[in-house]
């Protein structure tokens, strides 16, 4: 035990130090905000789809930034999963649950940190079903 | 009583009878500093129990039978044991709920729904728990009463010049937490008390993190509520405890119906029963009033003076080593000042939940979070906090292991 708790691997620190794509999209396809009200910690999260004429599929994320403030794991699953979604469809995003954000973080979460972990998957998630008309939440929350 | 007397707190005895403090987790024995959130239980309290329900368990009031009569008598007598133990004048004081939350739910609906109207005021502190805090705000909405906030300074005490101006003739009930459970404060209850009185307003006090840890004494107060949990005090879950004076409780609607509170029922008309049965309808949490009644029986053995210091002499000496660290942020009043056993800190650049992930690496047991106080967190500035908070049975040895813990949290997060 001691130091190097198995949570807080080096690939969590690193994301949290130094997050990627940490900030705010110039033209967003769509943009969304949620929090985790036991932790404190909010996330926003931009996403910009392929458009029409650049690919062959428009439901493919081109690109994605978040920003925020929170615990290491909350910012730090933001940051992966900003890297992971590139590349991915709407339909690949919202196929993702907590096993797959878990698999992401690569350590094991405790139970009363899961919310912490699922916040931005969550967010992006609600994002895309917004953009798609079939959801109407202003915010996310991990309490629901 | 005399230093001495204090100094004789045969803590290594005390820990005797808590199996639960023994327990390793990866080979390190526990190190419980939640004890504002619930305390753990002892021995006798346990035994106490476990003796209701393998010798004498029955449903109480109504029975004729041998086993009934025992269980009537001791759920009776635990009211009778908890007046004693807060100076209440008898068992018509002293109502078991659930926890504190209900108590205050209990007086909320009874009288607040009741007695409320647009125009009243309801007079809270900043430092309000959600349990009370909540409760008001969402009874001044169905009600038209407003809810102010009695403002607390930069040392985390009450503003009492604002107290004044806030409590005026349309009062109608001042709400104070005796204990602040996030910055530790000792609230001024009696004189808050006194300020209400002189308005005709009444006075609702949340002692769940003073009965634990302190003497009190309701009529000293002068409080016309008082309530706190069974949990919080070495005693069982789901028991709680509201305190009112007698006059104010007869006048009172039941906030829940029943059998068991009832004078007489017809088809179309009920009349309630005795004070406290009145508001305790359906069967009781019978094994928590045993448990709760042994608890009672368990700090008055060791005194409640005792206690207190105790864990003042833990919160200051806490409060010191912490604040050595010099980039540990603390909460509340400043060491040495009457202060409840806790100590809310943050550590610099490091968000409370992963401190206290970090901790329980350690087998540090403590909370992270707004410890149901979200608006005086805001207040703060930060978004939560971590928690120490100590018992009877914590020690010194103890806190040195939660201030070494840190440096793991440093070098993670450097």
């Not at chain 1, 008309?133 to 915010?139: I, T, W």
């Not at chain 2, 290594?12 to 526990?30: A, H, K, N, T, W």
């Not at chain 2, 393998?54 to 039978?65: E, K, L, M, T």
């Not at chain 2, 179309?268 to 406290?276: A, D, H, I, Q």
């Amino acid at each position: 035990m001691g130091l190097g708790s198995d949570m807080y691997r080096q690939q969590i620190l690193d994301h949290y130090k130094n997050p990627r794509n940490y900030g705010e999209l110039e033209d967003p396809t769509f943009t969304h905000v949620g929090e985790n009200p036991m932790c404190g910690d909010e996330i926003r999260i931009d996403v910009k789809l392929e458009e029409d004429g650049e690919s062959d599929d428009e439901e493919t994320i081109k690109q994605v930034a978040f920003s925020g403030d929170g615990c290491a794991i909350s910012q730090a699953s933001a940051s992966m999963l900003s890297k992971e979604l590139q590349g991915k469809t709407v339909e690949e995003l919202l196929e993702m649950d907590r096993d797959d954000v878990i698999d992401m973080l690569g350590v094991d979460i405790s139970p009363m940190r899961v919310k912490c972990a699922v916040l931005a998957e969550k967010v992006a998630q609600d994002g895309a079903e917004i953009h798609r008309g079939e959801l109407d939440v202003d915010k996310t929350t991990t309490e629901d | 009583m005399s230093s001495q007397d204090l100094e004789s707190l045969d803590v290594e005895g005390i820990r005797q009878q808590f199996p639960i403090l023994q327990r390793e987790f990866d080979g390190q024995q526990v190190v419980y500093l939640d004890n504002a959130a619930t305390t753990q239980t002892p021995d006798p309290v346990v035994d106490a129990m476990s003796d209701y329900y393998r010798q004498y368990n029955a449903n109480v009031h109504r029975g004729i039978h041998h086993l009934s009569q025992e269980a009537s008598i001791a759920y009776e007598e635990a009211h009778d044991r908890v007046a004693e133990f807060i100076n209440a004048d008898g068992r018509e004081e002293v109502i078991f709920t659930k926890n504190t939350t209900e108590s205050e739910n209990l007086l909320a609906y009874s009288w607040g729904l009741n007695e409320l109207e647009p125009g009243d005021e309801i007079v809270l502190t900043e430092m309000e728990h959600h349990a009370s805090l909540v409760t008001w705000q969402q009874i001044g909405k169905r009600t038209g009463a407003d809810v102010k906030y009695i403002r607390i300074d930069d040392s985390g005490r009450l503003d009492m010049d604002h107290a004044r101006d806030l409590i005026t003739d349309d009062t109608e009930i001042v709400s104070a937490v005796h204990v602040s459970n996030t910055l530790g404060t000792v609230n001024p209850v009696g004189e808050l008390t006194d300020l209400a009185h002189e308005h005709g307003a009444l006075s609702f006090i949340d002692g769940a993190q003073a009965v634990p840890n302190r003497p009190v004494d309701v009529e000293e107060i002068g409080a016309d509520f008082y309530a706190f949990s069974g949990h919080k005090m070495a005693g069982p879950t789901g028991i709680g405890v509201l305190y009112g004076k007698q006059e104010l409780l007869e006048d009172m609607e039941p906030y829940l119906y029943g059998g068991g509170m009832i004078r007489k029922v017809t088809f179309e008309e009920s009349t309630w029963g005795e004070l406290p049965w009145k508001f305790e309808p359906g069967t009781p949490p019978i094994a928590e009033a045993v448990g709760l009644h042994a608890a009672v029986d368990w700090l008055e053995d060791i005194g409640m003076d005792r206690i207190r210091a105790h864990e003042q002499e833990l919160a200051a000496y806490a409060y010191d080593r912490l604040d050595a660290e010099g980039d540990v942020e603390i909460y509340g009043p400043e060491a040495g000042s009457d202060r409840g056993g806790l100590v809310s800190f943050n550590l610099e650049g490091v968000h409370a939940h992963d401190l206290t992930s970090i901790l329980n690496d350690h087998t540090v047991a403590v909370r992270a979070g707004d410890h149901c106080t979200q608006p005086l967190h805001d207040k703060l500035g930060v978004p939560a906090s971590t928690r120490a908070s100590f018992y009877v049975y914590n020690t010194r040895e103890e806190v040195d292991k939660l201030v070494a813990a840190l440096d793991d949290a440093r070098q993670l997060f450097a």
